[in-house]
C-alpha cells in the first residue's frame, strides 16, 4: 500500500530516503551520489530560483554562464585552497578513445575559471562594480555518504561572484545576499535559521570572512550549513591580478564576494517539515497547493460533483492559487487523499454529494488535518487565507521545535552533555582556533565530532570574565556548536 514503512523519529535515514522516493522528488541513480531530480522537486528549486533571481536582477546583478570545464593549470592556480579539495575534484582524461593532452576538471566551483577574465575586463574605477551571477551545476566527488539533496556528487546551485572599488560595498552586498538567503529559508520554505559568522577554522579558505545561514534538524540533532555568502577580501585579486587604476590614476586591487545557495535548501525542508504520512509542502513553495478530489456516490450527481470540482479549480487558479482536481476513475477518494499527503500538498478538498448539495467544499490540511467547511461563495478567500496559515503554522513549529534544541552551555561537562541529547550548544568561546580543532578531537565518535556552526550577529550578552566552555580562557563572543551535515 501506500503507507510509509519507516517512521520518522525511529529511522530517521530510511524515512527520508523512502520520502524524497515515494513523494516522487527523487529517483535514485545507477553512480552513487547522483540522483535524478523529478518534477516536484524541480519546480521548488525554480520557485526559489525565480524569487532569487529577481532579487539579485534589482541588485543589477547580471547573469551568465562560463564552462564546465576547468584546465588543470587554471584550477591548480590557487593552491592552498586547493589542496585540501585535491581528492573531490572530476576530471576528464579521455575523449573516445584518445587521451587528452591534458587532463580537464569539471567545476567544483567556479573562482578560477572566473577571474583570469574578471582581471581582463576590469581595468579602470568605471568597470567596477562587476557583479556576476550564474545557475549551473558543479560537481565534488565526495566520499562521505550520499544522501538526496543534502551530499551529492553533483547539486545545482547559483554562484555569485561580485568586485568592488571599496571593501564597505563589498561588506554590504554580503549582509544582502545573505538576508534573500535568509528569506529563502524563512518565507519560503518555513525554514528557521540563525544568521552567523563562520570561525576562521570553517570559513573558506581562500576568503577574508564567511558569513552563514545555519539551518537545524531536530531528528538528527545536526546543523546544516543553509548558504553562504563570502567576503574574498583582495585575496584572489592579488592571485589573479584583478586591478583596477582608481580615481586618483592608482592601481588598486578589488574587494571581491562569492556567494551561493544549493539543491540542499530542499533536503532541508524536507527534513524539517516531512511526517509519517510522507513530504509536507510549504504553500509558498508547493507546485499544487490545493488538490480538489472529487467524492462521487453510487446514485447522486456524479456528473454535477465533477463539475463542481472542476469548477473549483478554474476559481481557485483565476485568482492565482496553484490548484488541480484528481479525477482518475481508477482510484478511490481514500487512495488519492493518501496519495496527496504523501506528496505533501498542503491543502485537500474533498466535493461529496453533501458538499455539493450545501454548495460547499470540504478542505483539509496536511499539516494538522483539521477540516473546515467553505461555502462555495467565500472559496478564494477562504482558501486563500488557509494557505497562508499553513505557511505561517509550518514556520511557527519548526521554530519552537527547533528553539527547543538550543541549549546553553557554560563547562565542558554541560556542552557535552546537551550534545549527548542532540542539541544545538550556544556557549562562550575564547575565539582561539587550537580551542576549536581540540572540541572536534574531544567529541570525536561514531556520530561525528563536533563543530563551531556559526557564531550569531545576534549576540547574546556576555559579562565581563565569562569564561570560554572549552578552554576556560576569558570568553570573547557566543558561538553555536554541534555535529553537522
Ligand atoms: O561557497 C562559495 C560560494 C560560491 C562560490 N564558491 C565559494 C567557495 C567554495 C569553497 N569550495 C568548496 N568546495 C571546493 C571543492 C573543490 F574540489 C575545489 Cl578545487 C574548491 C572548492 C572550494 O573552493
Ligand atoms: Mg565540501
Known sequence: GLGLSYKKDENFGEWYSEVVVNGEMIEYYDISGCYILRP??????????????AEIKKMKIKNCYFPLFVSSGVLQKEKDHIEGFAPEVAWVTKSGESELEMPIAIRPTSETVMYPYFSKWIRGHRDLPLRLNQWCNVVRWEFSNPTPFIRSREFLWQEGHTAFATKEEADTEVLDILELYRRIYEEFLAVPVIKGK????????????????????????????????????????????????????????????????????????????????????????????????????????????????AATVKTLNESGIRAEADFRDNYSPGWKYSQWELKGVPLRIEIGPKDFANNQVRAVRRDNSTKHDIPMT??????????????????????????????????????????????????????????????????????????????????????EGTLCFASGKPAKKWTYWGRSY
Not at 516536484?40 to 533571481?53: G, H, K
Not at 590614476?249 to 509519517?276: C, F, L, P
Open 378 to 463: 467565500d472559496l478564494v478567500e477562504r482558501v486563500q487565507d488557509m494557505l497562508n496559515q499553513i505557511q505561517e503554522s509550518l514556520f511557527d513549529a519548526a521554530k519552537q521545535k527547533r528553539d527547543a534544541c538550543i541549549q546553553r552551555a557554560h563547562t565542558w561537562e554541560e556542552f557535552a552533555e546537551a550534545l549527548s541529547q542532540k542539541k544545538m550548544i550556544l556557549a562562550p568561546w575564547c575565539d582561539e582556533e587550537e580551542v576549536e580543532k581540540d572540541v572536534k578531537t574531544r567529541t570525536k565518535g561514531d556520530m561525528g565530532a563536533a563543530k563551531s556552526l556559526c557564531s550569531p550577529f545576534d549576540q547574546p550578552e556576555l559579562p
Open 198 to 309: 563562520k570561525s576562521e577554522h570553517e570559513k573558506f579558505a581562500g576568503g577574508l570572512y564567511t558569513t552563514t545561514v545555519e539551518a537545524f534538524v531536530p531528528n538528527t540533532g545536526r546543523g546544516v550549513q543553509g548558504a553562504t555568502s563570502h567576503c574574498l577580501g583582495q585575496n584572489f585579486a592579488k592571485m589573479f591580478e584583478i586591478n583596477f587604476e582608481n580615481e586618483k590614476g592608482e592601481k588598486a586591487m578589488v574587494w571581491q564576494n562569492s556567494w551561493a545557495y544549493t539543491t540542499r535548501t530542499i533536503g532541508v525542508m524536507i527534513m524539517v517539515h516531512g511526517d509519517d504520512k510522507g513530504l509536507v509542502l510549504p504553500p509558498k513553495v508547493a507546485s499544487v497547493q490545493v488538490i480538489v478530489i472529487p467524492v462521487p456516490y453510487k446514485d447522486a450527481d456524479t456528473k454535477g460533483i465533477f463539475d463542481a470540482c
Open 40 to 53: 516536484w522537486a524541480m519546480s521548488i528549486w525554480e520557485v526559489m530560483q525565480t524569487f532569487f533571481d
